[in-house]
């Protein structure tokens, strides 16, 4: 039982907690931090007289209640503990914490809960592990002008004649703490039920319900939740799932049971003038958190240190459920590559790395676990492991896996036993446990070396070494050349000449160095390694077999497919950056891209071109680079062009590859000096600014270095390849740098956290946003907190170039002289109650802090 106080921001509760006594003791102890403990009691079921506490504490360092007996509980017998509490409904995003919005220009509040993972314990005294499952029936008492949700629906709800409510929730099925949830909140809402008759409903503040911002949503909810009963044969468990779409919150959503909770950016929507990027986004984060109903809440991790159980299935799975919404997008085939794979890749390869699988030994380990190695490798291994089994027999394994440990929890070599006997069951035999924890239990990953045999026809030497990128390293730490790093490796191979590619094959490498006889390798032929990139390792050829690759490109690339043809660029890239390869060959690869026309190909190129853009940008022999990569852009540049205004088509219909692909390509004609590119870009954002047109609402306005999920992300309008604002209120939202943002994050941080607080329901007016966030407050002059502006374009090797564009952009707005600029961040300080002034701030490496201030009339229309 639990009353909540939204006045004063305070709640105070009763826990009741049934007791089974496996060994007996005089102490009880459970979790809980925070909070006011106002009485303990203990009885020995419902019947029978209490047991004397004789003294109960709080124990701040290891966050838990200390229960200590006047005498020692019985084994085998049953007690109620009952503890009365209270505390505060926080002001930070965990626990049991408060939000807020402004309706109509009132301030509404609500709270929400987040517990994952181990904030049940400031909510209500709890077992707050996810071994420790239970029931959990729930009461909240409110005022009568709000509602009350939780994981189950309400059985019952008792008005009081003071305007007060207690709305009795079922009890739930068996379940870990740290994803129950509840709320208090005034939100109105919009439902559909199933096939299966789950009552799906989205609530969210009133204006965006009635704006039809969530309905995009809850349809595809809907279509997901029959999409993974089908696909898992597992019904979802609960009567119910409520989408909470909240002002604020610490990730982009949390999976909690029958009750997830998203931030309103990665839920709501208009589809008929969000960018593809925008929509994508929604969806995948909507496609995670339900796997995860089946991955981590019906089926739960024994210990943080496999999180990667959950987290992985729930990221693979988001290209999975995102091509049964759109099967034409090719998320699994392709767009895994370039957002996962060749990402985690990186950050894998660097010698700070750590496995999958990591110990934990106490809460403040867990946190850590959280992050891409956890997501992105954990997604990345299971992509290899369902393409080695067979996708249909991995999926019969994971409905074997779902339905033994329903309601319970499991370990990776619970999956491991499942599927390998799911791959015996159509004979085949191979040992799961003993190939994935190679994979799983160590760090890094292999590249895998293909040797031509001079002596012996139609033989090559495959051999496997750990990759990493510090060639220091490899000289210094002899255990990285041992037999301590060694993997058993599926590698599919597939031999091909001028014309065709044969039907791939798969060798199991095991050892340092193997021979292996390929049948019909010819004089001409060449040899592909780990086709379509289903494998988690690099390949790397002899010279000669690099160069026949290079010119089968040159000749007819489209022998090669779309997947592997990024996969070769992405390697040789990397094992040229790590020292594997000649620093020619990736060079001499890009050499066909003028005739390239799918978009995963021209992606993995770029991504390799930035850095080395950087590092090459001050050398002598600068120009020679950017010349030769301008060659290679300039035909599909001006074969593409420029976007038109698209604001008024409808999104889901626009070819998603091709507005991809254009977007890409002037991303590297202007980043590498493309003069028409500069000056397009310059009219295009400087007509945009003068026209006085207003941003439609929700509309997408991103900076062209703005990442989501370590991704570029860009905006639909042309401008919105210049021009990224994103306006919130300090107080409201604090502004997090954080690694999904970049794209490397530091090993180690959530990456869910690079979701929260990241604004795009941008306004018309900079004064209309500022009022909205609550920063303003209409014929107030001075501001309770203020709003960041972030303002980015092109990155340039001339800094001249980049001072005449922004004098262009900003004309005479722009006060102050000497400014130069690549890509900043403007502070908006609110001075006068008609005006705003930007004030500019940039770190050079080399130079001094320089500001400059730009004064906007507050009239400014964006």
Known sequence: ?????????????????????????????????????????????????AVRVARSFLYPQTQVLVVVLNRSLEVQRSYNLKIIYNALIENELLGFFRSSYVLHGERRFLGVTQFSPTHARKAFPCFDEPIYKATFKISIKHQATYISLSNMPVETSVFEEDGWVTD??????????????????????????????????????????????????LNITRRLIEFYEDYFKVPYSLPKLDLLAVPKHPYAAMENWGLSVFVEQRILLDPSIS???????????????????????????????????????????????????????????????????????????????????????????????????????????????????????????????????????????????????????????????????????QMGYPVITILGNETTDNVIVISQERFVYDSDTKTKDSGLGDNSYLWQIPLTIAVGNTSHISSEAIIWVSNKSEHHRIPALEEASWLLGNINQTGYFRVNYDIRNWRLLINQLTRNHEVISVSDRAGLIDDAFNLARAGYLPQNIPLEIIRYLSEEKDFLP??????????????????????????????????????????????????????????????????????????????????????????????????????????????????????????????????????????????????????EEGHKNNPRNETPLLREQAEKAG??????????????????YLKRSNRREGDRLFSRVCGDRTRGTGFKLTEGKFRLDIRKENSFTLRVVRHWNRSPREVVEVLIPGDFQI
């Open 275 to 441: 960018s593809i990027s925008y929509l994508l986004d929604v969806t995948m984060v909507i496609v995670h958190e339900l796997c995860h109903q089946w991955f981590g809440d019906l089926v739960t991790p024994v210990w943080w240190e496999d999180v990667w159980l959950k987290e992985g299935f729930a990221h693979y799975f988001e290209f999975i459920g995102t091509d049964y919404l759109y099967p034409g997008w090719n998320m699994e085939k392709q767009r895994f590559l370039t957002d996962v794979l060749h990402e985690v890749m990186l950050l894998d390869g660097l010698t700070s790395s750590h496995p999958v699988s990591q110990e934990v030994q106490q809460a403040t380990d867990i946190d850590r676990v959280f992050d891409w190695i956890a997501y992105k490798k954990g997604a990345a291994l299971i992509r290899m492991l369902a393409n080695f089994m067979g996708h249909s027999v991995f999926q019969m394994g994971l409905q074997d896996y779902l339905t033994i440990h329903k309601y319970g929890n499991a370990a990776r070599n619970d999956l491991w036993n499942t599927l390998s006997k799911a791959l015996k069951r159509v004979g085949k035999s191979v040992n799961i446990q003993e190939v994935m924890d190679q994979w799983t239990l």
């Open 602 to 751: 021209w992606h993995a190129a770029s991504q390799a071109l930035y850095p080395l853009d950087k590092l090459l940008d001050r050398t002598e022999n600068y120009n020679i680079f950017s010349e030769y990569i301008l060659r290679q852009v300039a035909s599909m540049y001006l074969k593409l062009g420029w976007p038109t205004n698209n604001l008024n088509k409808s999104l889901v219909q626009a070819s998603y590859q091709h507005e991809e692909l254009r977007r890409e390509v002037i991303m590297l004609a202007c980043s590498f000096g493309n003069k028409h590119c500069h000056q397009q870009a310059a009219t295009l954002i400087s007509d945009w600014i003068s026209s006085n047109r207003n941003r439609p609402e929700n509309q997408q306005c991103s900076g062209l270095h703005q990442k989501k999920h370590g991704q570029q992300v860009k905006g639909g309008d042309p401008a919105t390849l210049l021009c990224g604002i994103e306006a919130s209120r300090e107080v409201q939202h604090p502004s997090v740098e954080s690694s999904v943002q970049k794209r490397h994050g530091p090993i180690g941080v959530h990456p």
């Open 775 to 792: 920063a303003v407050q209409p014929g107030k002059e001075k501001a309770p907190g203020d709003l960041r502006v972030t303002f980015q």
């Open 1 to 49: 039982m639990l009353s909540a106080f939204m006045e004063n921001f305070t709640f105070c509760g009763e826990v009741n907690v049934q007791l089974e006594v496996r060994n007996a003791s005089r102490y009880i102890v459970l979790h809980a931090h925070r909070m006011h403990i106002e009485a303990v009691r203990v009885a020995e079921d419902k019947l029978a007289g």
């Open 168 to 217: 009795h929730f079922s009890q739930t099925p068996l379940m870990s703490t740290y994803y129950l949830a509840w709320a208090v909140c005034n939100f109105t809402y919009r439902e559909t039920i199933t096939k299966s008759g789950v009552v799906v409903r989205l609530y969210a503040r009133p204006d965006a319900i009635r704006r039809g911002s969530g309905d995009y949503a």
